[in-house]
């Protein structure tokens, strides 16, 4: 089945610093989501991308569809103590049938900000 | 303001014990995901349903676990019986007719003594 790849599983940063995370697949996407969590509560999204070498902002956050439909790119400018949490990228393939809209989920990577 | 909500939100309950947690998707989404999230295993998804129709639940036991829709705005979790192992936080997401984008409810943390 697909599998997707997600790293690095966890991150300690100083507050100011930039953040990257990546996910990869074993199989071509046609959507990609990254998602946070902040403790206690469910994932939120934050960015969607529908086409490859797609580039998207949603403030400080930056992520990319890649070229090859296999993976995604998360980028988080200038980190600030609010930014923790855990982050997960998704995806969906163009599978059909009971598969069409099911998305399949990396590991998720544990983000820690020092002030 | 859209959102999905979950009930309850924390559930403490005892082995064999019946367990229902609720999910109301946003208004208009015709498409609900049951999942479960834990430590060692991150978010697994359970069941789905579209339009009401379950389409697909291979990712839930069946022998204990169960999941209806009795209408559009209700979509229903039980474990009876429940065990230990049950324990984790159970997450409900919906989505529109775009099917690409899911947004999820709160979460409802079980825990099974």
């Known amino acids: 089945g697909q599998q997707l790849n997600q790293s690095p599983q966890s991150m300690f940063i100083q507050e100011g610093e930039d953040v990257s995370m990546n996910c990869t697949s074993s199989?071509?996407?046609?959507?990609w989501l990254w998602y946070k969590q902040d403790p206690g509560e469910g994932p939120v999204l934050l960015i969607a991308?529908?086409?490859?070498?797609e580039l998207t902002s949603n403030g400080r956050l930056t992520a990319q569809f890649g070229i090859t439909r296999k993976d995604s790119f998360l980028n988080i400018s200038a980190s600030i103590p609010s930014d923790v949490g855990i982050y997960f990228c998704a995806g969906r393939s163009n599978a059909g049938g009971t598969s069409y809209g099911k998305l399949t989920f990396g590991q998720g990577t544990i983000l820690t900000v020092h002030p | 303001d859209a959102r999905v909500t979950q009930t309850p939100r924390h559930k403490v309950t005892e082995m064999g014990q019946e367990v229902t947690m609720r999910c109301q998707p946003i208004l208009g989404h015709n498409t609900v995901f049951w999942y479960r999230q834990t430590m060692m295993q991150g978010l697994e998804l359970l069941a789905y349903?579209?339009?009401?129709?379950?389409?697909?639940d291979s990712g839930m036991p069946k022998d204990r676990f169960s999941a209806e829709m009795p209408d559009a705005t209700l979509a229903t979790l039980k474990i009876q019986p429940s065990e230990p192992r049950d324990s984790a936080v159970y997450f409900c997401?919906?989505?529109?007719?775009?099917?690409?984008?899911?947004?999820f409810g709160p979460g409802t943390r079980l825990t099974v003594l």
């Open positions: 349903f579209r339009n009401r129709a379950p389409l697909d």
């Open positions: 991308l529908y086409k490859a070498g």
């Open positions: 199989s071509i996407f046609n959507t």
């Open positions: 997401a919906s989505s529109g007719f775009s099917y690409n984008e899911q947004f």
